[in-house]
């Protein structure tokens, strides 16, 4: 049958997916960079937040120039009623640089808070694709981007805002020591450019350890992840010692890594702090030399060590921007890699016609032959209401039919075919309205078991009986309102194992495929299991196995054997199939 039309123009094969509906294609730094600071008009509350903390720190830079003020208008001339107004003028920054903080603030976490939520969103997209990734990462991993990174990612806006707010308190000191002596003015503007020039020279080996940094967080995050997720068969394997050396050498690693980073960070920060503590030192030096030779008063001593104490903050700020846009830069590398992962899916699927227009496949058949991975498997159709077994002796073969079938990875042309239609010409999602295959390792998700079991439409009784769901609900405190936490870990593998057989049945693709459904089960929860895949008479069951107990409710059952078709389909006693499997 022929497939509905789809739209000729599509990205080449192994290229990234394109970006959501009116979101840039974010491919470099600059791009990602760009999208935190512009995407969905984000500029104005930028705007906002650099205004604010602007305003916020020329007006704490007024403040010592104020009391300067107090003190040669007030103060030394003990004139009361000149020291009520400027003190009521103090009064009146200290507001204005309140309110200004606030606003600032606000504006800068709302535009922080939207931009990682919509690098979490791209990261999402990217890792749900139809098209899949080339580069399967580990859980852990792909956790650490879409936190972690996106959120330090994000955090230029901070860094934006911040240091414009530092650059107004360095502007309005140097102005202001300008107006008081024009040496020392002419100090600040010029030390204030090289002390950037020499930190951000410092910063580019900082670079390339917080880089590491976060690669080596990542894949020790990622080891845990998978180390938790298989403890029980860890243990069941007497495994956990090599486990856990192996956790250790990924984590000290990581350690090694973090140390490095944070000891040039420290170098980093004293170098900065030295520079600052040098800079207020000598300007205190010459401030005091020029008020004890009289071209300068009191008060103007007092604004110019109060400017040259308010400007060390500002200006150490300043000099952290090359180690914090290092570290931004570094996440965003590792984002970018992400997003720009190849696929393992061609877009360019090819439209086929062999009957009525607009018409799709029912799904009411399909046949599989062909090589997966080092095995090849003789033709083999499995029909609406029957249920069919694949022998494939390596688990690894297994697996990559199995996928293949799931369509996470590309189909060789010809090898899958669904009521006449060649799986291969179908897009992923296509495909997948199709045929439903299960990874053999599917998790369960930490939310109820009737979620788990059937989100969008009621249980199915037959489904519940047939995977054994019913036995394990007995056990549990609310039954199907049980709610599952941490992927079902409090299960024991037979009962995880049975709810996402039970989740599978109640898929409704018309071709359902199992891929060793019941190895963590007892051989009688097996034999009932097996009896109850019989009773499927809606829908075409494919069952890949080594499992006796199963083959020997198939109807029909092929063997695969290394680099060539090793079986031949089976239509006669359960016995011969036993035998077949045992040859």
Not at 170 to 195: D, E, K, N, R
């Amino acid at each position: 049958m022929p497939l509905r039309p789809r739209p000729a123009a599509r990205p080449e094969p192994g290229s990234p997916p394109p970006p959501a509906a009116g979101d840039a294609a974010p491919t470099t730094v600059g791009g990602i960079f760009r999208l935190v600071l512009a995407g969905d008009r984000r500029w104005l509350l930028l705007t906002a937040g650099a205004s604010g903390f602007m305003v916020h720190q020329v007006a704490e830079a007024l403040v010592p120039v104020l009391i300067g003020v107090v003190v040669d208008r007030a103060i030394m001339p003990r004139d009361g009623a000149a020291l009520g107004l400027w003190l009521g003028v103090l009064a009146a920054v200290f507001l204005v640089l309140t309110m200004a903080w606030r606003i600032g603030m606000r504006s800068t976490v709302r535009a922080f808070s939207f931009a990682a939520h919509d690098l979490r969103q791209l990261t999402v997209a990217r890792v749900l694709d139809q098209r899949g990734m080339a580069h399967r990462r580990a859980a852990g991993e792909t956790l650490t981007i879409a936190s972690s990174d996106t959120n330090r990612v994000a955090g230029i806006a901070w860094l934006v805002t911040g240091q414009l707010g530092a650059l107004a308190a360095i502007g309005t000191t140097a102005v202001s020591l300008l107006l008081v002596s024009v040496p020392l003015g002419v100090a600040v503007l010029v030390a204030t450019p090289v002390m950037l020039l020499v930190m951000h020279r410092l910063s580019v080996p900082l670079e390339a350890r917080s880089e590491a940094e976060q690669e080596t967080a990542a894949r020790a995050g990622g080891l845990a992840t998978d180390l938790v997720t298989g403890l029980r068969v860890l243990k069941g394997l007497g495994a956990e010692q090599a486990a856990s050396d192996r956790y250790r050498r990924a984590s000290r690693g990581s350690l090694a890594a973090a140390l490095r980073a944070v000891r040039s960070r420290a170098a980093y920060q004293a170098v900065s702090e030295v520079l600052s503590v040098v800079f207020l030192a000598v300007v205190a030096l010459f401030a005091g030399r020029m008020a004890l030779a009289g071209q300068i008063t009191v008060g103007e001593l007092v604004a110019v060590v109060g400017l040259a104490q308010f400007v060390q903050e500002p200006m150490s700020r300043t000099g952290f921007l090359g180690v914090e846009l290092a570290q931004k830069r570094a996440s965003a590398r590792r984002l970018l890699r992400l997003l720009g992962e190849p696929t393992v899916h061609s877009s360019a699927a090819r439209p086929v016609h062999t009957g009525a227009a607009g018409a799709t496949p029912s799904g009411g058949s399909m046949t599989v032959a062909g090589t997966f991975g080092g095995s090849a498997l003789g033709p083999v159709t499995v029909r609406r209401g029957q249920v069919v077994g694949i022998v494939l002796p390596d688990a690894g073969d297994a697996a990559a039919l199995v996928d293949v079938l799931g369509c996470r990875a590309p189909a060789p042309p010809g090898a899958v075919v669904v009521d006449g239609t060649d799986l291969s010409t179908l897009d992923p999602a296509t495909g997948r309205t199709l045929v439903f295959a299960a990874r053999h390792d599917a998790s369960l998700f930490s939310t109820t078991v009737r979620d788990n079991l059937a989100p969008d439409g009621p249980l199915d009784p037959r489904a519940l009986d047939a995977s054994g769901t019913t036995e394990v609900l007995g056990h549990l405190p609310d039954g199907l309102d049980t709610h599952l936490t941490g992927r079902g870990q409090h299960l024991s593998g037979g009962q995880r194992q049975r709810l996402v057989l039970g989740r599978a049945l109640h898929r409704p693709e018309p071709v359902l495929v199992l891929h060793d459904p019941t190895t963590a089960v007892d051989t009688v929860t097996e034999a009932r299991i097996a009896a109850g895949l019989r009773d499927l008479p809606d829908r075409a069951l494919l069952l890949v196995t080594t499992s006796p107990t199963l083959l020997a409710v198939c109807d029909h059952v092929v063997v695969a054997v290394s680099g060539a078709a090793g079986g031949t389909g089976l239509d006669g006693s359960s016995d011969a199939d036993v035998e077949l499997v045992a040859s």
